[in-house]
């Protein structure tokens, strides 16, 4: 049987303490453990009510803005293909849902947290992040109690803001992915499949 060069200290190490010998573990060997057990055991377990709360909002917000865009304003995108007089072509695509614009648009949709604030609902006492800021084109009848919405304290919208910005970093890609072919279930699609932020929670409500 071979052995890679790195794994032979870690076999005799198996092999003295099988036979009951003493060994001094090399320095390299108790570095690995410790980090490995760090990164097993010390990572902070992640607030699933910012998470879920936080993946809705995001939803919410690219789907709103994008509803503010005229549905036949263009942009133009390279494309592959030459014209005769080898000119390259230009291919149009709605600006909405475009690559582009759904860039931009998630470079500043975390600023937008700061419209949300914790919820309670006094029935339930089921936690959520939602928003209490009216916004300038709807209608403030279907908004909640502000007397249900807690403002200070440790959970803060400033850690809705920061949860924001770490979903949006790992799952851009797949944001713009989900909203350039618009799909129509882009809350249980991102928040459910593609990760697990709202899984094994009480919070199934789509629009926060």
Not at 15 to 40: H, N, Q, S
Not at 55 to 74: F, G, M, R
Not at 116 to 134: C, E, H, I, N, S
Request: charged share 25%.
């Amino acid at each position: 049987m071979n052995y890679s060069s790195q794994s032979l200290p870690l076999l005799t190490v198996c092999v003295k303490l099988k036979a009951g010998e003493p060994y001094a573990m090399d320095p390299w060997i108790i570095r690995t453990t410790v980090i490995m057990l760090f990164i097993c055991c010390c990572q902070p377990k992640r607030d699933r009510t910012l998470f879920c709360s936080a993946c809705h909002a995001i939803i919410d917000e690219l789907t709103h803005s994008i509803d503010q865009v005229d549905p036949k304003q263009t942009i133009n995108i390279g494309s592959f293909r030459l014209n005769p007089d080898g000119s390259m072509k230009d291919k149009k695509v709605p600006l909405a849902r475009s690559e582009t614009h759904l860039s931009e648009l998630l470079d500043g949709v975390c600023h937008s947290m700061s419209d949300y604030a914790l919820y309670v609902d006094p029935d339930t006492q089921k936690k959520q992040y939602m928003r209490f800021v009216p916004r300038s084109s709807g209608s403030t009848g279907d908004f909640p109690d502000l007397e249900n919405f807690q403002f200070d304290g440790p959970e803060v919208p400033s850690g809705l803001k920061f949860t924001c910005e770490t979903i949006v970093e790992e799952l851009e890609d797949d944001i713009i992915a989900l909203f350039s072919q618009n799909s129509q279930d882009a809350h249980n699609e991102l928040c459910n499949n593609v990760s697990d932020y709202c899984k094994d929670t009480s919070n199934t409500d789509k629009e926060l």
